[in-house]
């Protein structure tokens, strides 16, 4: 009796344990979608993991920098064992997040903090996702910071195709001044002419058409 008395109170308390940890997930992930930083503070404090993601596969900070919540990204970043390299199912860094929004203040903060500019395994970089979104200025910074100018994605994409594309005029000069190739081709044979062209942007293709070379 005695025994089974025992395994009926371990029993108990793993299942108690295992509903506290469920509610403070659910309690974590509702503050961070409210930019309720005081929530996420004091759950941290009591020992929750800032690295847990959600039922999507997403971090805390990548959410907090999607949805522009500063107050929930500082206190997030405070924390002594953030993991700025974690990556969602496509390979998404907060970093990028960051640069595809244009949050130029929350980039410069993570590179502070140790942030890669691109993968050591190659893929996507930080400079893709800025040069996409609508910020020229975040460009700048990550040209500034170092970032490779012609790293390609998985499909042979440049920073200089994606801002032809989908982003600014002014980054694609920011990258031209900088240095990118106009010449290269990705995977389907298209160069950031060909971006250009495809968004609609004919004076802009009309510029960055390769330069005959030669007599």
């Keep these: 009796m005695k025994l089974w ?28 979608a409210l930019d309720d930083d005081t929530t996420v503070t004091a759950l941290l404090q009591r020992g929750f993991d800032p690295n847990s993601r959600d039922d999507k596969g ?24 953030l993991a700025l390299e974690q990556r969602n199912a496509a390979g998404e860094t907060a970093l990028m997040m ?15 903090k ?15 996702y800025a040069a996409s979104g609508p910020d020229a200025a975040t460009v700048a910074l990550l ?15 440049t920073a200089l195709m ?8 002014a980054a694609v000069d920011l990258l031209l001044a900088a240095g990118a190739d106009r010449t290269l081709r990705n995977q389907r044979a298209l160069t950031a ?13 009309q510029r960055l058409a390769p330069r005959p070379t030669g007599p």
């Design 193 to 205: 002419a060909d971006f250009a062209r495809g968004a609609g942007r004919e004076a802009l293709a």
């Design 58 to 81: 997403q971090s805390a900070l990548y959410l907090a920098l999607r949805h522009g919540h500063d107050r929930v990204t500082e206190a997030l970043l405070a924390h002594p064992q």
């Design 143 to 157: 040209v500034q910071r170092g970032a490779p100018l012609d790293s390609r994605s998985p499909n042979g994409s």
């Design 98 to 112: 960051a640069a595809l929004r244009g949050r130029r203040v929350w980039v410069e903060r993570l590179l502070d």
């Design 114 to 128: 140790g942030a890669a500019l691109a993968p050591a395994e190659g893929g996507w970089t930080a400079l893709h």
């Design 5 to 32: 008395l025992k395994l009926v109170v371990q029993v108990a308390l793993v299942l108690g344990i295992s509903s506290s940890h469920a509610g403070a997930y659910d309690d974590f992930f509702r503050a961070v």
């Design 162 to 169: 994606m801002a032809a594309g989908y982003g600014p005029d």
